[in-house]
């Protein structure tokens, strides 16, 4: 039985996905290496962890359900989602947070519904949102850039959280400007040199990604629908929000730079799985994610919303989809 479920007619373009897969993972280095060179080699760690912790439970799982386990491994996704949940996740990471977040990713977000394919949410979404809501202390609060550790100081808190790095922690920008306590952006930026040396690393950060995504539409992996879409909602609302009361939100550059924002729409939020489809799909499932981010930062309780705006957006996809597919050649318009 398992056998004819394995060998049906359809074509699954295996080498396509793998090829995919693999642009998007060359697409990140530039952005690890902007996160390594700021913040230290804790994000590397943490990639390095989760995807050997991600590939020994792909190939758990397929074993319980007596499929193949190399071609779930060769095609790439399961290593993917470990990198893009590794590089979301804050540089001073311990290895059990990591390893529950790929716990959930995997097990949880993509073979609980079936597998890749027939997950209707971002697995690397969903073990993040889920650490945020477990563990908001820990995943909300970053080193600063000012200081890093060595790879042996590093590596050392990683698996035992013993060393200095509780000295010079410090919430993000993003938190700073949610939480002001009666001072203005301003004043809180004066008063605080950290905020300017994370919103200079953060910036770069971004840049890093901007560049890979860009690679990625000129490969035409994805289209810019959904991240036009997204960066586009997000920056005017920004605009319109923050014209008028400058020193109350933040500017639509912080918004786009400071975060995951940029990041999200070249590397999260254009998943084919677990985003619409259609061209005007897109552009809507975009503008949803950019609105929710916005709305969640500015009078929600988390600073940066990304994994929520997306998941909240993935469960409307299949709707999306149904109202926004384009007619078939010859179709009766009414």
Request: aromatic share 12%; hydrophobic share 50%.
């Amino acid at each position: 039985m398992i056998k004819q479920l394995l060998s049906s007619p359809h074509l699954h373009g295996g080498n396509r996905s793998q090829r995919i897969m693999l642009l998007v993972m060359l697409a990140c280095l530039p952005g690890l290496a902007a996160q390594t060179y700021w913040f230290g080699y804790g994000t590397m760690i943490n990639i390095i962890w989760a995807v050997g912790l991600g590939i020994a439970l792909e190939a758990g799982v397929m074993h319980l359900r007596q499929r193949p386990i190399k071609p779930a491994i060769s095609d790439g996704s399961v290593i993917l989602t470990c990198v893009l949940l590794g590089l979301a996740l804050p540089p001073h990471a311990s290895w059990w947070l990591v390893g529950v977040g790929v716990l959930f990713a995997v097990v949880f977000a993509k073979h609980l519904y079936g597998g890749l394919g027939n997950n209707p949410f971002n697995p690397a979404m969903v073990g993040y949102a889920l650490l945020l809501i477990a563990f908001p202390a820990a995943m909300t609060v970053w080193a600063s850039p000012e200081q890093q550790l060595t790879f042996n100081q590093q590596w050392q808190w990683f698996w035992s959280q013993q060393g200095t790095i509780d000295g010079y922690t410090q919430a993000t920008p993003l938190d700073a400007y949610k939480h002001l306590q009666g001072s203005t952006i301003h004043e809180l930026r004066a008063n605080n040199p950290g905020v300017i040396a994370y919103e200079q690393a953060s910036w770069w950060i971004s840049m890093a990604y901007l560049a890979g995504g860009l690679m990625l539409l000129a490969l035409r992996v994805f289209t810019w629908h959904a991240p036009v879409a997204m960066l586009t909602s997000l920056g005017l609302l920004a605009l319109l929000f923050g014209t008028g009361e400058p020193d109350l939100y933040a500017s639509p550059t912080q918004h786009l730079t400071l975060g995951a924002s940029l990041f999200a729409a070249f590397f999260i939020i254009t998943d084919p799985v677990t985003s619409a489809t259609s061209r005007r799909g897109k552009l809507i499932f975009g503008a949803g994610i950019g609105m929710l981010i916005y709305i969640i930062r500015t009078w929600g309780s988390y600073p940066d919303a990304v994994a929520f705006a997306v998941l909240l957006m993935n469960l409307s996809a299949p709707l999306i989809d149904q109202y926004t597919q384009p007619k078939v050649y010859g179709s009766n318009k009414n």
